[in-house]
């Protein structure tokens, strides 16, 4: 399902978002994060694929591969940490915060215990940069989370909790045990009382659009290397994070968004609708993991609804298939490790280009330049495998084959 967003702007980025998240911020985020040894020092890839954009129909098309940024192959390690850093640097202002997560201030930390609810990636960026800080961590698991996802975040030294319901019923949970045992929650999504944190995350995710000017050398208030930015949905807050930044940066030039997610879980579609932040009307069980969730962030929904120009949902299928041809390569495009979440917005852009009458809906045409993101690699190994019917090594084998004949 497609539907067009008639509360969509453009002109220059509003002063009250820019009070919220602004580019100065993103920047900071990304100079403290440089210091984490968990993550690359340089940017993360720019992919052009022109073979896949001539079989879509479009000028150009380019993935930033975050599966690449970290061993722990997610775009969330932009989240979670920077979030964690700024919260221990509000309550310790002696702290340099660029050092917290080199375990400089361990001894201090050992008592102050950070709990957030999880579909994985998040959960594990945070466990990651919880034990790197020196602070105990705890990890809320909804009943669709995998074994595979729980193991790997355990193997950071996180607690885990589990529950029977779903991913917004752990966020509650989470809500619920922060205040029973005096826990601070570091969490995604925002709620009623609680936005400065999530504002943190999704302020993170700025360095993802600020290393894409970077690469295609934009310069700001002028029409940038892409007309169409295509993004993952979820809570909202990746999409809120990088689309905000392009518009601060290009303003009335800011390219046109259209952010994709399940069509079981398409609570930022139901916003969109309902013109307020909202629920989803599907069972909220995806094999995009990272997208299953159910209820939107009202904060996330203040940035996206004045800036994103369409939103639209995609069967788990079409997301697979997205899989296998980042996975393929091409004599000219490189094979691409992207996990379920991660291959959604290629998902959505081939969907609307399959379809003759969707393209000119949302302005594409055969001069389009459209930018995707590959969220994440393959964090359950298990899974990608079943899903493809070969490792994500098998990937890796075939892009260094590519790198290395080029």
């Not at 074994?147 to 909790?161: D, F, M, N, P, S």
């Amino acid at each position: 399902m497609l539907i067009l967003n008639p509360r969509a702007v453009r002109g220059a980025y509003p002063t009250g978002l820019a009070a919220i998240m602004n580019i100065a911020r993103a920047h900071e985020c990304r100079r403290w994060l440089s210091q984490w040894p968990r993550i690359a020092r340089g940017a993360t890839p720019l992919r052009d694929l022109p073979d896949a954009a001539q079989r879509l129909g479009v000028a150009r098309l380019a993935v930033k591969d975050e599966s690449v940024r970290s061993p722990l192959a997610s775009f969330k390690v932009l989240g979670a940490p920077i979030a964690l850093v700024r919260e221990i640097a509000r309550r310790h202002a002696d702290f340099e915060p660029a050092a917290i997560l080199t375990g400089r201030y361990a001894d201090r930390l050992g008592r102050y215990t950070v709990i957030t609810a999880t579909d994985g990636n998040h959960g594990r960026a945070l466990a990651a940069a919880a034990r790197d800080a020196g602070c105990p961590c705890v990890i809320v698991l909804h009943a669709h989370v995998s074994e595979e996802r729980e193991r790997a975040i355990a193997a950071l030294g996180a607690r885990i909790v589990r529950i029977a319901g779903d991913y917004d019923e752990s966020v509650r949970e989470a809500a619920r045990l922060a205040t029973a045992y005096d826990w601070q929650v570091i969490s995604d999504t925002s709620y009623e009382g609680y936005e400065t944190i999530p504002r943190d995350v999704m302020q993170g995710y700025g360095t993802i659009a600020e290393e894409v000017v970077e690469a295609t050398a934009g310069r700001g208030g002028e029409v940038g290397a892409f007309t169409h930015v295509f993004l993952q949905g979820g809570v909202g807050g990746l999409a809120a994070g990088v689309a905000s930044w392009f518009w601060e940066w290009q303003g009335a030039h800011r390219p046109f968004f259209v952010v994709v997610e399940p069509v079981q879980a398409d609570c930022l579609l139901q916003s969109a609708i309902q013109g307020r932040a909202a629920r989803a009307t599907g069972s909220v069980d995806s094999v995009m993991a990272g997208l299953a969730c159910g209820e939107t962030s009202p904060l996330a929904w203040r940035f996206l609804e004045p800036c994103v120009d369409a939103f639209m949902t995609i069967d788990d299928d079409r997301a697979v298939d997205a899989m296998r041809m980042l996975a393929r390569g091409s004599e000219r495009d490189v094979p691409i490790v992207a996990g379920e979440s991660g291959a959604a917005g290629l998902a959505g852009l081939a969907v609307l280009c399959s379809d003759p009458a969707l393209p000119a809906q949302v302005g594409l045409a055969r001069s389009s330049r459209v930018l995707v993101v590959n969220t994440e690699g393959a964090t359950a190994p298990g899974v990608y495998e079943a899903l493809m019917g070969e490792r994500p090594e098998a990937v890796v084998q075939r892009r260094e084959a590519w790198s290395a004949a080029r």
